[in-house]
């Protein structure tokens, strides 16, 4: 998890704070969230439970009825809920968010299970709004800056920890070997050999191999334009608009970064040319 200032953290809360996000097994991979670490403390007991969704003021968390975290927090409203992201490379970040006990209802109809709402005492730790708040600012801006492109060049592949250019994309399950010109949250260019007739409306799988954390993401597309190389009459360029279904929150989360530094250290040079 990268440094993020409290300017940046106080606008995340300001900004996001209301909106509840799922634990789907997708945002559960993509924040490194140890399920197994997961647990309750409440009248001088703790319970394994499971969280079923967060925003930034409340966080929803599965029981059963039948057991003793249920008859604790009948007793007793105050409840310590203790959160955990395994750090690739690095230390678990563990923290407890003190809690109240607002409602219990049954889950999905069920005799056995409650989904129990815990409202926040205070504002989180910072760790969970920065954390929280990076995945739902690339869910915004997948769609507000979605054609704003990144060209691939050193600076950018080192600050997306994108690998390498050269990568395989497939065409009709077919592996072919392409070098990246730019990405998008929608979409992206590429380069390789091909005749203008065949690659044109294919549906293709593109593969990126990312470092920090080391991870490889498949995104699928269409085809949308094509363009020859003047002079190499065996190379083209293909546009690509990628599927919205197969873009992962990993990938999002990839482009948001790169996105939110470049226009981090814009307004920075500006504030020092600007004499501030």
Same mark, same amino acid.
Request: with cysteine.
């Given at each position: 998890m990268?440094?993020?200032s ?8 300001d900004i996001?704070?209301d909106?509840?996000?799922?634990? /789907?097994?997708?945002i559960?991979?993509?924040? #490194?969230w140890d /399920?197994?670490?997961?647990?309750i403390?409440c ?5 394994p ?8 003021l409340s966080a929803?968390?599965? *029981?059963s ?5 249920f008859?604790?927090?009948? !007793? ?5 809920l203790? #959160? ?5 490379d690095?230390?678990?970040?563990? #923290?407890?968010v003190?809690?109240r006990?607002? @409602?219990? +209802?049954?889950?999905? @109809?069920?005799e056995d299970?409650?989904?129990? /709402?815990?409202?926040?005492?205070? $504002?989180?730790?910072d760790d969970?709004i920065?954390?929280m ?9 997948a769609v507000?800056?979605k054609?704003? $492109?990144i ?13 390498? !250019?050269?990568t ?7 592996p072919r070997?392409?070098?990246l ?7 992206a260019? &590429?380069i &390789? %050999?091909? &005749?203008k007739?065949? *690659?044109?409306?294919? *549906?293709?799988? %593109? $593969?990126?191999?990312?470092? @920090?954390?080391?991870? *490889?993401?498949? +995104?699928?597309g269409?085809v949308?334009?094509? @363009?020859?190389i ?5 190379l083209?360029?293909?546009?690509? &608009?990628?599927d ?11 482009i948001?970064?790169?996105?939110t530094?470049? $226009?981090?250290?814009?307004?920075a ?6 004499g501030?």
């Amino acid at each position: 998890m990268g440094v993020v200032s409290s300017q940046q953290l106080s606008r995340y809360y300001d900004i996001y704070r209301d909106i509840e996000v799922v634990f /789907t097994k997708e945002i559960v991979k993509t924040l #490194f969230w140890d /399920t197994r670490q997961i647990y309750i403390k409440c009248t001088g007991g703790q319970w394994p439970c499971i969280l079923n969704s967060t925003s930034l003021l409340s966080a929803k968390v599965i *029981i059963s009825r039948n057991g003793g975290a249920f008859a604790a927090m009948k !007793e007793s409203s105050s409840v310590s809920l203790h #959160f955990c992201f395994v750090q690739p490379d690095s230390r678990p970040l563990v #923290f407890f968010v003190n809690t109240r006990v607002e @409602d219990f +209802v049954p889950y999905m @109809d069920t005799e056995d299970l409650v989904v129990v /709402t815990l409202n926040f005492i205070n $504002r989180p730790p910072d760790d969970l709004i920065s954390i929280m708040g990076s995945l739902l600012e690339a869910n915004a801006n997948a769609v507000r800056r979605k054609e704003e $492109r990144i060209a691939i060049s050193a600076i950018s592949k080192r600050k997306l920890g994108l690998q390498k !250019e050269e990568t395989i994309v497939y065409i009709q399950n077919v592996p072919r070997h392409c070098v990246l010109r730019d990405i998008s949250f929608s979409g992206a260019k &590429l380069i &390789l %050999i091909g &005749l203008k007739s065949f *690659i044109l409306k294919q *549906i293709i799988m %593109i $593969r990126f191999e990312f470092n @920090d954390p080391r991870e *490889i993401i498949y +995104v699928r597309g269409v085809v949308v334009a094509v @363009d020859e190389i003047e002079g190499h009459k065996d190379l083209v360029v293909a546009r690509v &608009l990628y599927d919205k279904k197969s873009v992962s929150m990993a990938y999002k989360i990839r482009i948001n970064n790169y996105i939110t530094s470049v $226009r981090i250290n814009q307004l920075a040079e500006n504030n020092v040319n600007n004499g501030h």
